[in-house]
């Protein structure tokens, strides 16, 4: 037999095991049965995370939504190297920055992204939207041009902090942490569950957000009543509960994070689905339906594992000059006759 038969075989071998696991993995979730609260209902209570390498959109380097394990181990891999570099100790011998550069922000001690690619179903996902099927959003033109426009307004406006965005204000986390959908971020990815017939509380570590779910009102207050996260309401569908959210704040379209941002608009509608597939993870599937803003619904589905708790306390403000800092530097700025974005680093 050659050796090319052997390779071919050899693929053929993967492949089936591949498709095996991912059969079996299915049927496991199909069969896991959820334990029950006081109430008889799923049980979501507890701490749980979305850290992962995966992220929103898919990367350029994969045509597909799943992906080998090799092709995983490599985007890992990458992370840790990407970690490793931000490691070392700063060089307390080392002079200022020149103007205009970069003088970097938080070294990896700090941050907590995760390191495994996604898992769903048994197949491993380069990115968490499924639909479009290329994995990029499916923004119109007008869609982002408003994307753009907003963060066009918070690179160069410094009038005052009622124009920066929401998360150097520490009003909301960075990114889309408390969503809805929840996003995945550079850290600060735990968030805990807390349920009782009527309501789910989803608290989230960053800037320790606190989502209320209703369940079993099927009702929105007036469109003009716009609370941040937007109004939630939930139902259950056998094991899983559904939750519609609308009626978004306006502060709250841009989602500015790392490495994602992305635009949704206060008249978007969220609908997510939570449903436990085993004793450590929620399937978690979500739905962006905003016309104003994309060219049609886009639809993810992502995993969120156990984790370890306590959630410790998000203290955004604690010892953070980055807001008045800010500020302060424009007003240096406009004293010498310069627009703030003209003046440098290290002026």
Known sequence: MT???NGVRAAGLVACALAFAALAGSAAAQAYKAPRNAFGQPD????WTNASVTQLERPGQFKSLVITPAQ???LEQGYVRMRASDSGPTDPKAPAPKSGEDPGGYNSFWIDPGTKVGAIKG?????WLVEPTDGKLPYSAE???LFMSEVVKIQGNFDGPEVRQVAERCLMGFGSTAGPPMMNVLYNNTYQFQQDRDHLVIVVEMNHDARIVRIGDRTHPKADIRTWM???I???EGDTLVVETTNFNAGEQLRPGIPTTFFVSKDAKVTERFTRVSAKQILYEFTVDD??????????????NAAQGPVYEYACHEGNYALPGILRGARYAESQGKKPEQVGVGE
């Open 143 to 145: 869609g982002r041009k």
């Open 3 to 5: 050796a090319s038969t």
């Open 123 to 127: 197949e491993l996902r380069s990115s």
């Open 72 to 74: 995983a181990a490599t």
């Open 230 to 232: 937007g109004d939630s």
């Open 291 to 304: 016309p104003k803003v994309y060219t049609r619904p886009w639809r993810g589905e992502m995993p969120i």
């Open 44 to 47: 979501f209570s507890g701490t």
């Open 234 to 236: 939930g139902w259950w």
